[in-house]
Every structure is written in C-alpha cells, then in structure tokens.
C-alpha cells in the first residue's frame, strides 16, 4: 500500500499519539533500566550496544503489543465523500505545497548552496505558546530572490526560535550570454555583487499577510573559505518605522559547489566590497548635488512650485532613500501575461495596504517597497502597484510614466499614464485596472464651446516619471484636465537629466539597488480551488438556512449554468469588452419554468476564505434575499470561479441564485 505524500504527517501525528496512550516511554525506561543493572552484575565487561536494548525490548514484548495494538483501517471512499471538503489534518500543512523537481546539475557551472539552519531571538514571539496538533498557528515563510531565482520556504509556525531549516541551490552564472561553457573562478565571482534578497513574511491565521523583514545579504564572503563552506549570521531588521530594531537572526550556511581551487584573501574581498560601496556613496553624492540644484532651478520658475507634488525620492521598506525612478524597471511577463491589460488586471488583483505605522497622527506614513517585498506580502500601497503596473506596461512597449498627484479632496495618489503614437494619452488606475481617455480642456476656448468633462478620478499631476525619465510639470495649472502631456515640451515639463538619472538607477549602477525578480507562475490548480470552495459555500448557506428554520434544495444544472456569467465578468475586467451574456441569458429562460421567478447576484473577491466571503456576502441586502428566500418550489444554485494569475493572485467570483414559484 503506498502512502500519498500529503498523508504521511497525518500518519505520524496518529503513531505518535498512540504510544503516547500506552505509556511506552516509561515502559522503555523500565527496560532499559532492568537490563543495565543485569549488565553490572554480570561478571562480562562489554559495553552495551543499541542491539542488546532492541533485544531486551522484543523479549519483553514490548515491540510486539505496540505493532499489534496499531491498525490502520484501509477504507474505500464514497463517491460522497471524495467530493466533500477534507478534513483538517491534526497539524500544520501547506496548502501551496510546491513539488520538488529534481535538478540537473551541470559540471561547467558554478553553484551556491544557501541553506538556512533556523532561527533565534524573534522577540516578537517570545511568548508564543507552541501550537498544539491541529491548531491554526500563524506562520513564517522565508522569500529568497538571486540572479532571476527565486525560491520559497514552507511556512512554519511563529515562535522565538523559528524552525526555518531549508536549502536551496543557486546557480552563480544564469544566463549570462557568452559564458555558458566556462566555471567560474574565483575572480570572475568576486565581481559579481548580486546579493541574495531575503525577505519574511509572516502569515496569520486568517490569511493575512505581514512583511517582517528585507534583507539584501552578500554572499561573497564563502569565496575566502579553504573548505567552500562558511557559516554566518544573519541579523533581520524591522521594516518601516522599525527598520533599526532587530526582527530576529537567522543561521545561514553558505557552500559553493565545486569548491574554489584558490581561495581569496578575506582582505581583497573586503576591499572589493569597500571600493563598490564607495563608488555607489559618490554617485549617490554627485546625484543629490545636482538634485538640489535641478529643485532650485524649478522653484524659480514660479514661486508656487513649492507647493506642487514633485517627488524625487521616496523611502523604500528598510528606510533607504532611492531616486523613485530606480523603482521602475522595464519587465517583461514571458508568457504569464498575454496582454497590457491583462497586466493591469493582475496588479488591480494585489490588495492594497498601506503602511503600518505605531500609534496615530495626521498625515499618511508612506512607505514605497522594493518589488520582491511587495510581490511577496502580495499587497501594497497605490505607489507599489503603480510602479509594478508601470514596469510592465515597459515590457508590453508602451510609453509609460508613472504620476504623482492627487486625486478627490485633495489625497495624495499615484497611477499610470500611457501616451500612443497618435498623441493620445491614456490614464490607467492601477488599483481597479481602470482605464480613462484623457482630453484636455482648452482655458481659452469661448465659452459657448463644449468642453470635454473628465471621467478621471486624479485633481492635480505634479510629476512623471520611468525608469529613464523624471518630468516635473510646470505648467500654470497643476490640474490634471487642463495639463498637456506633452514632453518634449520644456516650457510645460521640465525635464532630469537622463544621464544623471541613469548614474543612481540604471541597472548594477549601484549596490545599493536590488535587482528586480521575475514573475513567478501560479502554483494553484484553478479547478481544484473552485470545487473546494462552492463547497464550502454550500455547506455554509445550508446551515445559515437551518438556522431560520429553512430547508435547502440544491438546483446542480441552475449552478452549472451559471459559470459562463462568472467566465464573462472575468474576461470583462480583463479586456473592458462584454460577451457571453446573451447565451447566459437564454440558458437561464429555458431552466426556470414558467410562472417561476430567477434571482441572481454575483460577487468578486481577492481571497479565497470561504467564511470571510459569505459574511461579506450576507452584508448586501440583494444576496441576503436570495440566500433566504422563502417561497414555494424554492432552489437554490451557487457557483464559484477562481482565476489564477502570477503569483498566486487569484479573481474569485461567487455567483448566489434561486428560482421559485411565483404566488400573488
């Protein structure tokens, strides 16, 4: 009989609690205490081995009574019972399980084996209980990015002393052009100062998700070693208001694969990691002089400038200052993403969050996140999906800019500006993937002129900007409808010096930047997702109904039907063009019969927590009608879709239904 892989927790969870039952640790004491005291009185002088105390314990029979009192019931599952949801297993399980794929290594190339030993000192957690089995615990989970790798942990449960314990192998040359058939040496990795990106995330019990740390380590130090092998600690810092207190540390063994015939004095490395910290401080330098003098230049244009939304610099998770254009990249989805719009539906499908921050004031704590922490957490403030959408509109080859103003009552906001070819200019709001035409309205017109009335949200623009380009807009008015987006233009847009601003953002133009990640497919089997949460739901409107004293009759066809109406809002959001609904309709005329009412209500969500989902639900007066309904002949339907997209972003729709008998 073999084992799938996800019950073998299960399994051990059940052997452990039997031997628990029976005693048996103090059964073996007894054992062993019994045979160590024949052993001194014997007259032999040879030590006793493992093998005398398993023979003691089968002589005893203590082997036999424990094998003979384990039976494990091999049961045929009902068709019933393979579609109902599983039960809990009686400890923590990850529900994301990636499979492990076993890797081809290559002995031209060079590797780093980044194994993690576990963690100490999280604080935090100091007094955190150790769960019990089958209780919901919150969980760590360690993100690590190196040279367009990217690799997971699973998740463990929060404690002081965390049990991270994983490895993963890096390859130290990834697609470098040219260099395919060469092993690098010891040289050639010295000059390679792509660090590993490390970043935390913690995972409540309710789904939510919490960055704990962002760590940018350099790995360059196991090339001094004489094995090819170090071990360090690795010291993790808050985020946000607490990127200078310690979040925890991390035990971090470093071995490279094949070992350096030559090492490298820990001198020169050193030195090698002063000079490019030194190089990246003088740009860093040289482009805040001409920052300052650019700013000068701006407010002497007109005075209220000032006051205009020109932002140069923004404050990444760990309290770093960057140029906000070295927060966009051109990046490109592979096949991911088939799409711009597509590309705008999933970012829209990342939460919004903002920053959080101890303690209350006026103002809005802003914090802009480096793209691995905010792909990681999976949700993020406007700046972060605005940057994000931006990056990948690059890909797509659009002319796109981010922009920096305000939208109603005066709150600051960021989204995406895309101008064609034809000179047309198109707004792109990156939390909902709504897209605007912009038309500006001419001030001098006549007044008897029909001027345009903007459908946008945005009030004022003060700024633009890519990964190449920094706009400031200097026109009379800051106001989005009477901006022209005209570039070229320097009596409108005054405009950074493009060589300036590819000395601090380019990329490897410093340290300092991390290097983007690429997107990472979905690991989440669409269908599987869907039947277990309509499940879930049905389970869920029966017992809300028994509550009311209401019988519940479940309509399969009705619910069937109704997947081609969450198909078409899906393919809605994502290309702004309807379809589909005539088909749904006639469908649903030719299931509900004569003199019979249908009432329909879908719903859209950006998790898959089936209790949080019906209670959001239940708040909408039209869904609440339908689940309730009381009537003659009643029937209920319900369906669910979940999308996938990079990630594990994920659209799920809910679509609530019934029909029955009309009596006046």
């Known amino acids: 009989m073999s084992l799938p892989p996800e019950k073998a927790p299960e399994?051990?969870?059940?052997?452990?609690?039997?031997?628990?039952?029976?005693?048996?640790?103090?059964?073996?004491?007894?054992?062993?205490?019994?045979?160590?005291?024949?052993?001194?009185?014997?007259?032999?002088n040879q030590p006793l081995s493992e093998k005398d105390f398993l023979h003691a314990l089968q002589r005893r029979g203590i082997i036999d009574s424990v094998m003979k009192d384990l039976h494990f019931a091999q049961q045929r599952l009902t068709e019933e019972e393979m579609q109902s949801p599983p039960?809990?297993?009686?400890?923590?399980?990850?529900?994301?399980?990636?499979?492990?794929?076993?890797?081809?290594?290559?002995?031209?190339?060079?590797?780093?084996?980044?194994?993690?030993?576990?963690?100490?000192?999280?604080?935090?957690?100091?007094?955190?209980?150790?769960?019990?089995?089958?209780?919901?615990?919150?969980?760590?989970?360690?993100?690590?990015?190196?040279?367009?790798?990217?690799?997971?942990?699973?998740?463990?449960?929060?404690?002081?002393?965390?049990?991270?314990?994983?490895?993963?192998?890096?390859?130290?040359?990834?697609?470098?052009?040219?260099?395919?058939?060469?092993?690098?040496?010891?040289?050639?990795?010295?000059?390679?100062?792509?660090?590993?990106h490390l970043v935390l995330i913690k995972t409540d019990t309710s789904s939510e998700t919490t960055l704990v740390s962002s760590h940018v380590l350099d790995w360059r130090t196991v090339l001094s070693s004489t094995s090819g092998k170090t071990c360090i600690a690795v010291e993790l810092m808050g985020v946000g208001s607490e990127c200078k207190v310690p979040a925890g540390i991390l035990t971090v063994s470093l071995e490279l694969y094949p070992p350096l015939t030559e090492t490298i004095s820990p001198d020169i490395i050193t030195t090698q990691q002063s000079l490019e910290r030194q190089r990246a401080a003088e740009k860093d330098r040289l482009f805040l002089v001409y920052a300052k003098q650019w700013w000068r230049e701006f407010l002497e244009i007109r005075p209220t400038h000032q006051s205009k939304m020109v932002k140069i610099f923004a404050q990444d998770e760990n309290g770093v200052n960057r140029p906000v254009c070295s927060y966009v990249r051109m990046l490109r989805a592979g096949r991911l993403l088939e799409s711009p719009r597509?590309?705008?539906?999933?970012?829209?499908?990342?939460?919004?969050?903002?920053?959080?921050?101890?303690?209350?004031?006026?103002?809005?704590?802003?914090?802009?996140?480096?793209?691995?922490?905010?792909?990681?957490?999976?949700?993020?403030?406007?700046?972060?999906?605005?940057?994000?959408?931006?990056?990948?509109?690059?890909?797509?080859?659009?002319?796109?800019?981010?922009?920096?103003?305000?939208?109603?009552?005066?709150a600051p906001h960021t989204w995406v500006l895309t101008r064609g070819t034809d000179g047309s200019v198109t707004f792109w709001e990156s939390l909902t993937a709504h897209r605007y035409l912009h038309q500006a309205i001419d001030p001098d017109a006549p007044p008897l002129v029909q001027q345009p009335k903007p459908s946008h949200p945005y009030r004022t623009v003060g700024c633009v900007f890519n990964h190449q380009s920094f706009l400031a807009n200097c026109q009379p008015s800051d106001a989005v409808e009477l901006c022209i987006f005209d570039f070229q233009n320097q009596s409108q847009w005054k405009a950074m010096s493009e060589e300036a601003l590819k000395s601090v953002c380019s990329p490897g133009s410093s340290t300092s930047l991390p290097p983007v990640p690429p997107l990472t497919a979905p690991s989440l089997d669409p269908a599987a997702a869907s039947n277990q949460l309509e499940l879930e739901m049905r389970y869920l409107i029966s017992e809300h109904r028994k509550d009311l004293d209401l019988a519940t009759v479940w309509d399969d066809h009705l619910s069937y039907l109704l997947s081609s109406a969450l198909s078409a809002y899906e393919l809605e959001r994502c290309t702004g063009v309807s379809c589909g609904n005539e088909e749904f309709q006639d469908a649903v005329r030719r299931a509900v019969p004569d003199g019979h009412t249908f009432k329909g209500f879908p719903i859209h969500f950006l998790h898959r927590n089936g209790r949080r989902a019906f209670a959001t639900s239940l708040r909408s007066p039209f869904c609440d009608e339908i689940i309730c309904c009381r009537g003659d002949h009643v029937r209920l339907a319900v369906r669910v879709r979940v999308f996938s997209y990079p990630e594990n972003a994920c659209a799920v729709w809910v679509m609530f239904a019934c029909k029955y008998r009309s009596v006046l």
Request: charged share 25%.
């Open 11 to 44: 399994l051990k969870q059940i052997i452990h609690n039997h031997l628990m039952k029976i005693n048996i640790h103090d059964k073996i004491r007894e054992v062993l205490a019994e045979t160590v005291r024949d052993d001194t009185s014997s007259t032999h």
């Open 87 to 196: 039960k809990p297993a009686t400890h923590y399980i990850d529900k994301d399980e990636i499979q492990l794929k076993k890797t081809n290594i290559d002995p031209c190339r060079r590797y780093l084996y980044f194994q993690v030993l576990g963690g100490k000192a999280f604080l935090e957690h100091l007094q955190e209980p150790e769960p019990f089995p089958g209780q919901v615990c919150s969980t760590f989970t360690l993100y690590l990015h190196f040279r367009n790798q990217r690799f997971r942990s699973k998740p463990v449960p929060c404690a002081c002393e965390p049990d991270i314990k994983e490895g993963f192998l890096l390859e130290v040359h990834k697609d470098e052009i040219g260099e395919g058939s060469r092993m690098a040496d010891g040289t050639t990795m010295l000059s390679i100062c792509d660090p590993v």
């Open 342 to 410: 597509q590309a705008a539906r999933f970012v829209s499908l990342l939460a919004q969050e903002k920053a959080p921050v101890v303690g209350s004031g006026v103002g809005k704590h802003e914090q802009w996140c480096t793209l691995l922490a905010f792909l990681c957490r999976g949700k993020g403030d406007c700046e972060d999906h605005a940057t994000l959408l931006c990056s990948l509109l690059l890909g797509f080859g659009l002319d796109a800019y981010v922009c920096v103003g305000t939208k109603a009552k005066g």
